[in-house]
């Protein structure tokens, strides 16, 4: 059974309350030499229209520093229920209404859906340490789909390993499709919902528990404004708000990052009936620090379906969507800018995510609490000196 608000909550304090130190300082130490985890967040279209909390390390900003970022993602995806999948007919095609309704009437009272897709989201977030503990931010997406240019290179990859394009090839290349049947309704797009749409503007507050050479904590709170146009997929229709903790435990050149987010989601105006269930997502990531400018990341991380516990859901559209993730981030000299850029996998259930994805994004920082790293003088001071 899914837990409750409530019990999502206690249950992200706590993770807090654990990954802090003991011993911490009750003011928030420099910045630490760590470059954090990607800024990511799960890339299935039918999740991006909700609110989830991008992956934090457990440092905010320092008092008095500013940050403007962008942040790219872009992903090839390809899912849906099973007789989608498996619509052979003998030669490529696109799928028409007929076609869709032909196959809900072989599967009366379930609900099915269809993604074929390239989709990007382009984000502009800016953060600002106002204390020192504080930290608030703002995110501003856009939303794209397109047909792109990956299936081909993707099926070939797929066919020369043998792994299957479980129903690629049954349909046409660099197409948009997009079909989700709830209640009797069909959602059917055949050619692309949006092109650099507004999606739903979030406004998040950090606030840091401990930092210390040791590791650091801090407990997040957001709300998502419904700023974007449901009927283009560029957001829900209605506000969603959610808590999540983060933490990063040091040791020597190696940082691990958790985080633990629960986010009540409201209704959705796209599927009125539909009455979203609220959804959890966790994250780890693995961190290398090779030097002050460069960090090596691995990053797992999964979320709970909105449609999870709906009896009508297919049971795919219902499962948990895990990513991996894998690359490096740069940082410039005293810390004025860095870069990040991934590879997203979709990995333990294929058919509810994206095939393959990149993440891109460039930061710049500024303001009187821009300085170089300083963890190092943070475990000089422990009497830990980095290896």
Sequence with gaps: MAPGPARCAALALLFCLLAAPAGASEQASPE????????????FPLNWVFYS????????????????????SYANTFSGSDDFLAFDTGDRKRLTRGDVDDIQMENPGESLFFMD????????????????????????????????IFDSTIESYHNSLTLGNSGREFYD???????????????????????????????????ALADSP???????????????????????????????????????????HLSASWVYIGSWDLVPSIRPGDTAAFGMAYEYVRSDRL????????????????????????????????????????????FQ??????????????DIGLLAGFGLRFGSGVTAPASSQAFRTAGRPLP
Excluded at 185 to 192: G, L, N, R, V
Excluded at 234 to 250: H, M, N, P, Q
Excluded at 341 to 354: H, K, P, S, V, Y
Aim: proline share 4%; net charge neutral.
């Design 32 to 43: 630490p030499l760590e470059h954090g985890p990607f800024s990511s967040r799960n890339q």
């Design 53 to 72: 909390f991008p992956f934090r390390s457990g440092s905010i900003l320092p008092r008095g520093a500013c940050e403007v970022e962008v942040l790219v």
């Design 214 to 256: 040791r590791g650091a904590a801090a407990i997040s709170l957001a709300v998502k404004f419904p700023t974007g146009d449901a009927a283009r997929l560029a957001g829900s229709g209605s506000l969603d708000a959610g808590l999540a903790a983060e933490g990063t435990l040091r040791g020597g050149k190696h940082r691990l």
């Design 117 to 148: 897709t390239e989709q990007s989201r382009l984000s502009l977030v800016y953060r600002s340490g106002i204390g020192h503990r504080l930290e608030w931010g703002l995110e501003v997406p856009f939303i794209t789909y397109l047909g792109g």
């Design 341 to 354: 850029t991934a590879l997203i996998e979709n990995i333990i259930d294929q058919n509810n995510g994206i």
């Design 173 to 207: 290349q660099d197409a948009v499709q997009m079909v989700l049947t709830w209640d009797g309704k069909t959602y059917f797009a055949d050619s692309s919902p949006s092109s650099f749409a507004l999606g739903d503007i979030a406004l998040t507050g950090r606030l």
């Design 295 to 338: 960090s090596w990341i691995g990053q797992l991380q999964t979320q709970r379906s909105v449609f999870r516990g709906q009896a009508q859901a297919n049971g795919s559209l219902a499962d948990y969507s895990t990513e991996l993730l894998a690359g490096a981030r740069w940082r410039g000299v005293e810390g004025r800018w860095s």
